[in-house]
């Protein structure tokens, strides 16, 4: 709205002067055209101004709401999706909304994160999280490409400890029925989500 009322000003302003400009004789000097200069590149910082500050409302808005339906945890908020799809779907779609397919950096986080995606889509769901070893087998990194520091791997697995999957199986999960537990899937496999959003 305030950015509409600001355009508005803007057309007001502009229709005045070209009036001004009809009505009043061809006798300007220098002087008042760099005045007039002067004071056009200042009306045009202060649109600029209020542009940005609109923009960044409106992001601290969205962001609120998302942690109004979702949780916040250790400076970020989380939100978790239902809606079973592949991981790179699922990575397309928190890109859309903002942020990136989230992970823990620590285990209270992690702890914490696996209570919400129990409370929110199940205690024994499978949820995807932001980290894969795509590019460089054995070397797990997050959505940013940094290598990840906190692992939570299901060390007591089976058949095996995890991650047990090779090359075919390149991202992560936490699962709900393995206590919030990291196990390694096919990329490919439908799950729900949980997007990340750091708090600005």
Not at 33 to 61: F, G, S, W, Y
Not at 76 to 97: F, M, R, T
Not at 169 to 197: H, I, M, T, Y
Request: glycine share 10%; net charge neutral; proline share 4%.
């Amino acid at each position: 709205m305030a950015f509409r009322g600001v355009c508005m000003l803007l057309g007001v302003l502009l229709l005045v002067d070209c009036s001004f400009q009809q009505v009043q004789p061809r006798r300007r000097t220098v002087k008042k055209d760099k005045t007039k200069n002067v004071a056009i590149e200042q009306l045009q910082k202060q649109i600029d101004n209020i542009v940005q500050e609109l923009n960044l409302l409106k992001e601290r808005q969205a962001l609120q709401t998302i942690c109004l339906k979702g949780m916040k945890i250790h400076g970020k908020c989380y939100l978790a999706d239902p809606v079973k799809k592949g991981y790179h779907a699922a990575s397309e779609d928190c890109n859309n909304l903002g942020g990136i397919l989230g992970v823990a950096a620590s285990s209270d986080e992690n702890e914490q994160l696996g209570d919400y995606l129990r409370q929110s889509i199940g205690p024994d769901a499978q949820v995807w999280l932001g980290v894969n070893d795509m590019l460089n087998e054995g070397t797990w990194v997050d959505q940013t490409g940094l290598t990840i520091t906190f692992k939570n791997w299901d060390a007591s697995g089976s058949p095996s400890p995890q991650p047990d999957g090779g090359k075919a199986q390149n991202c992560v999960v936490l699962s709900g029925a393995a206590g919030g537990k990291w196990l390694d899937e096919a990329c490919r496999e439908e799950r729900p989500s949980v997007c990340q959003f750091n708090i600005v």
